[in-house]
């Protein structure tokens, strides 16, 4: 079974920007569809963006604009560019398959934005 680690993640400022990173213990290419997903504090977990074995991405209208997510399947990792964060981007952010596999799912990597 194939391992997802998240890293990346740490503190910043209003309107600053952090990179997240997904590497995979084997091949992302079999995993299919991927996605990034977060769980803020008191909250349920959501889907944050989509990326397709092509490339082809989606994200949820709150992030549209703002973030990016790609792939890498020779290195077998997932990313997520997040430029002007907000704080209420503050949450653990997850990679997974998509749509979500239980699995996939690991520790998260915290990311806190203050104002």
């Known amino acids: 079974q194939v391992q997802l680690v998240e890293s990346g993640g740490g503190l910043v400022q209003f309107g600053g920007s952090l990179r997240l990173s997904c590497a995979a213990s084997g091949s992302i290419v079999s995993i299919g569809d991927m996605g990034w997903y977060r769980q803020a504090p008191g909250k349920q977990r959501e889907w944050v963006a989509r990326v397709t074995v092509g490339g082809s991405t989606n994200y949820a209208f709150f992030v549209k604009g703002r973030f990016t997510i790609s792939r890498d399947n020779a290195k077998n990792t997932m990313y997520l560019q997040m430029n002007s964060l907000k704080p209420e981007d503050t949450a653990v952010y997850y990679c997974?398959?998509?749509?979500?596999?239980?699995?996939?799912w690991g520790q998260g990597t915290q990311v806190t934005v203050s104002s």
């Open positions: 997974n398959a998509f749509p979500a596999k239980f699995p996939f």
